[in-house]
């Protein structure tokens, strides 16, 4: 067994096509009772058709340990580069892609 097995760390490994990213400017979150369903999507103006670039399924346990984790570097971004201003403004239009939706 290997030193970082045994201190219990994971060595995580990260494809070269995963490392390019996805960009995505809408989130759409879905929930039952088992899990939690993230898409991100591609909002393009002027084009009426929208794509889900990844789609995301997690636990509930693991989408309130998600939630934290954001909150937290969202905490030490404005820190270092000030406060993130929002938009009031949110996409007009219907995008229930069927469940329970909240929106990001």
């Known amino acids: 067994m290997a030193a970082a097995e045994q201190q219990g760390q994971i060595n995580i490994e990260l494809t070269e096509e995963i490392a390019e990213g996805e960009y995505a400017n809408l989130a759409m979150i879905a929930h039952s009772h088992s899990e939690f369903v993230?898409?991100?999507?591609?909002?393009?103006?002027?084009?009426?058709?929208?794509?889900?670039?990844?789609?995301?399924?997690?636990?509930?346990?693991?989408?309130?340990?998600?939630?934290?984790a954001l909150e937290e570097n969202i905490l030490k971004y404005e820190q270092s580069f000030g406060?993130?201003?929002?938009?009031?403004?949110?996409?007009?239009?219907?995008?229930?892609?069927?469940?329970?939706i909240g929106e990001a």
């Not at 993230?38 to 998600?66: C, N, Q």
Request: aromatic share 8%; charged share 20%.
């Open 83 to 100: 406060v993130i201003r929002q938009t009031p403004e949110a996409p007009s239009f219907p995008l229930n892609f069927g469940g329970t």
């Open 38 to 68: 993230l898409d991100f999507i591609r909002l393009m103006p002027g084009i009426p058709k929208a794509k889900v670039k990844s789609r995301v399924v997690i636990t509930p346990e693991h989408a309130k340990r998600f939630l934290a």
